[in-house]
Nanobody, 117 residues
Framework: QVQFVESGGGLVQPGGSLRLSCAAS????????MAWYRQAPGNEREWVAQ????????EYSEFVKGRFTIARDNSKNTVSLQMDSLKPEDTAVYYC??????????WGQGTQVTVSS
């Protein structure tokens, strides 16, 4: 059974930092590309960042490049998202996503991030 445990969300002031973590189980984690998406109220879910199965390739959306860092630990089946210099527009529910060549995909349950003073 595929499971994700996401953590690290919360309320932070503009300019602050948060680190999201996603612990996965029930599938061969090291074979999957991992990504983070987010969805703000009234908006469609949008891609934030992704990391290849071996961690060698990382990509970021233009909205977060230079502020967010994605990482993974295949020995622990975890993927993280370090978020720095947070802005109010980063407020959203953040989702962990696993993708194996587009053939098999899984979603986490989401964790709320709120950036507000």
């Amino acid at each position: 059974q595929v499971q994700f445990v996401e953590s690290g969300g919360g309320l932070v002031q503009p300019g602050g930092s948060l680190r999201l973590s996603c612990a996965a189980s029930g599938f061969d984690f090291s074979r999957f590309m991992m990504a983070w998406y987010r969805q703000a109220p009234g908006n469609e879910r949008e891609w934030v960042a992704q990391i290849s199965n071996n961690g060698g390739v990382r990509e970021y959306s233009e909205f977060v490049k230079g502020r967010f860092t994605i990482a993974r630990d295949n020995s622990k089946n975890t993927v993280s998202l370090q978020m720095d210099s947070l802005k109010p527009e980063d407020t959203a529910v953040y989702y962990c996503h696993a993708d194996f060549l587009g053939i098999r995909t899984y979603w986490g349950q989401g964790t709320q991030v709120t950036v507000s003073s």
